[in-house]
């Protein structure tokens, strides 16, 4: 198989492209207007002034209080501030609850507070990866520090129902937060009506650049920072401000709140496009996640006796950029621990492919993986001493 040099990329879970409005909005602020953005000048002073407009902006999007927005450098520091953050400003509270398909900034970090000697309970999720209600109810202690439940899934797009999380987790008493990455620009998120304590968020997820994100601290909430230095985000996070990524992050969350229903309509159509095809014209193949609770950009699906690092390949030689799931584990050889807790088989898991869309895609993105998969899947069945012969 030849490689092209055509790429058609569906690994937006993974990153996003900066949207061009948003580049342009950056640029002044690394050649031309470089002021440090606390300074007392008049030069600094106009930085300062769009660091705000930034801030204002991403508030708007969320429905919150600027002063509650923290920014970070990426979705994982800003998961770690807050459940490191809450522990450490409440000594008292011994016990973590969170779920058994977090993404690894949340899922590791528990492992990790295990090892402190904390208690963690990890919530089931069902064959469509959804969480049982009860079992949350059931697993808040008096000495439960924090619930840590994201609002999207990452790998599957799986939907969790927050609102009615939120009013569980809030009526034992407790504090939640939530990793809302793969949610920001897809669905909506409306701080004033949902009680959510914490909240990430990272840029390159929607559009903006890599290396920032935010976290959301509901104003009230007792935390400890975790970046030591000067006054910065109000004393909750030192350190310069990185401002022209600020200023990108503002001007892709006004984006994304502009084109949220083009997320909605054309993004889904060309994912259940792709999705139809896949599950009626491959044979052996299954969806993993819930089929209507899922986010409109997101289709994983598996292909039965084959490697999805195989099918990777195959595909990256045809210029189709795909993922096995999430980035941040996809040099493990392992299974997902997303599938293995959702109890997909092993002869399914190994050969999981997440096709990830943004509005940046097309309908002749669509048609050129429809053209090109089945001979790949076609190929690596008949190579496999496995596949049943069809």
């Known amino acids: 198989m030849s490689r092209t040099d055509r790429v058609i990329y569906m690994d937006n879970n993974a990153t996003t492209r900066v949207a061009p409005e948003v580049f342009e909005e950056m640029k002044p602020y690394f050649c031309d207007l470089y002021g440090n953005p606390s300074s007392m000048h008049t030069f600094g002073g106009q930085v300062g002034k769009k660091v705000t407009g930034a801030r204002d902006k991403i508030a708007a999007s969320l429905n919150c209080a600027p002063v509650e927005i923290v920014f970070t450098s990426c979705g994982t520091e800003s998961d770690n501030f807050a459940v490191k953050g809450i522990f450490e400003a409440h000594p008292d509270k011994r016990h973590f609850i ?55 899934n990452n790998e599957t797009g799986t939907i969790f129902p927050i609102p009615r999380i939120a009013r569980i987790v809030k009526g034992a008493g407790c504090l939640l937060h939530v990793d809302a990455v793969q949610a920001i620009g897809k669905i909506p998120i409306d701080l004033r009506k949902v009680p959510i304590d914490l909240l990430a968020l990272s840029g390159h997820k929607v559009h903006a650049p890599k290396g920032i994100g935010l976290l959301y601290v509901r104003k009230g909430t007792k935390i400890r920072s975790q970046m ?28 994304a709140m502009e084109n949220m229903g083009d997320e909605v309509s054309k993004v889904k159509a060309l994912r259940d496009k792709l999705e139809h095809f896949i599950l009626n014209k491959i044979p052996m193949t299954r969806l993993n996640g819930h089929p209507i609770e899922r986010l409109p950009n997101t289709l994983s699906v598996s292909f039965e006796y084959i490697e999805g690092e195989a099918i990777l390949l195959d595909l990256d030689r045809l210029g189709i950029c795909a993922s ?51 001979e790949v899947i076609n190929r690596l069945r008949e190579m496999s001493p496995f596949a049943p012969k069809v």
Not at 229 to 239: A, L, V
Not at 241 to 255: D, H, S
Not at 334 to 355: D, K, N
Request: charge should be negative; charged fraction near 20%; include cysteine.
């Open 98 to 152: 969170t779920t058994r398909v977090e993404h690894p900034a949340v899922y590791n970090l528990g492992r990790w507070f295990e090892h402190q000697g904390y208690d963690v309970t990890y919530l089931s999720v069902d064959n469509e990866g959804m969480l049982d209600l009860d079992e949350l109810r059931s697993a808040i202690r008096p000495d439960t520090g924090l619930v840590s439940i994201m609002w999207a």
């Open 228 to 255: 030591i230095g000067g006054h910065q985000e109000r004393g909750r996070r030192g350190g310069t401000e990185n401002t022209p990524y600020i200023i990108g992050f503002g001007k892709a969350c006004e984006l």
């Open 324 to 374: 096995s799931g999430s980035a941040c584990t996809s040099g493990s050889l392992e299974p997902s621990h997303v599938l293995r807790a959702m109890g997909v088989p092993f002869t399914c898991a190994h050969g999981s492919i997440r096709f990830s869309l943004s509005r940046y895609n097309t309908e002749e993105d669509v048609d050129y993986v429809i053209e090109h998969l089945p």
